[in-house]
């Protein structure tokens, strides 16, 4: 499987910090996604970034991919309490199909 | 709002009902999905859909069977299902291979 694996699986942090995850895949990638998710509700759509980009940011959040490594991170920084959710990274490769991994929770403590 | 409406939000169904789920995108893409989502597991893609055509099943058991009447809708038809089928099953739609819209999902209950 190419599916992304975020780690860590849980994080908690306090307001103000910064928040760091990882995700780790299989083969090689077109594109790579971030995507936030809120308890029991859609995915909403973060950052994409493209196998031939190293770093993206977009407002809070900053994207770094290493291709080599095959890996990506998501830092979101001054994490705020609304900020809690849940964080996945995607892959694609060949053809429409995105591979999506067990994600990670993130709790920021007022 | 994404754009990507689903109903029914929640349903509770027998194992011997048939009952259907529906997903309607009003972004004009031309790719649409079905993903299920049970606790502790990646989100696992069922169905894919490229322009009304079915485009990819990953082994997807065929109590769950998808309709693509037009790029716009999809359908997820359920029967005969199993109690552990019960999950969150989200659609998604992608114009070609970028950003996916997701609905707020359809949370199955199998009794």
């Known amino acids: 499987s190419q599916q992304g694996e975020e780690d860590p699986q849980a994080l908690s942090i306090q307001e103000g910090e910064n928040a760091t995850m990882n995700c780790s895949y299989k083969?090689?990638?077109?594109?790579l996604q971030w995507y936030r998710q809120n308890s029991g509700r859609g995915l909403v759509h973060l950052i994409l970034?493209?196998?031939?980009?190293r770093e993206k940011h977009s407002g809070r959040l900053r994207v770094t991919l290493d291709t080599s490594k095959k890996s990506s991170s998501l830092l979101i920084t001054a994490s705020r309490a609304a900020d809690t959710a849940s964080y996945f990274c995607?892959?694609?490769?060949?053809?429409?199909?995105?591979?999506f991994g067990t994600g990670t929770s993130l709790t920021v403590i007022p | 709002e994404t754009g990507v409406t689903q109903t029914p939000r929640h349903l509770v169904m027998g194992m011997t009902n048939k009952k259907s789920l529906k997903c309607e995108q009003h972004?004009?893409?031309?790719?649409m999905y079905w993903y299920k989502q049970s606790a502790k597991k990646p989100l696992e893609l069922m169905f894919v859909?490229?322009?009304?055509?079915?485009?990819e099943n990953n082994s997807v058991p065929s109590r769950f069977s998808p309709e693509c009447p037009n790029s716009s809708h999809l359908f997820l038809h359920l029967h005969t299902l199993q109690p552990e089928d019960s999950a969150l099953y989200l659609c998604?739609?992608?114009?070609?291979?970028?950003?996916?819209?997701f609905g707020e999902g359809s949370r199955l209950t199998v009794l």
């Open positions: 859909y490229n322009f009304k055509e079915q485009t």
């Open positions: 995607a892959t694609d490769a060949l053809g429409n199909q995105f591979y």
């Open positions: 083969t090689s990638i077109n594109n």
């Open positions: 972004l004009g893409h031309n790719a």
């Open positions: 970034i493209r196998s031939n980009e």
């Open positions: 998604a739609s992608s114009q070609d291979i970028g950003e996916l819209f």
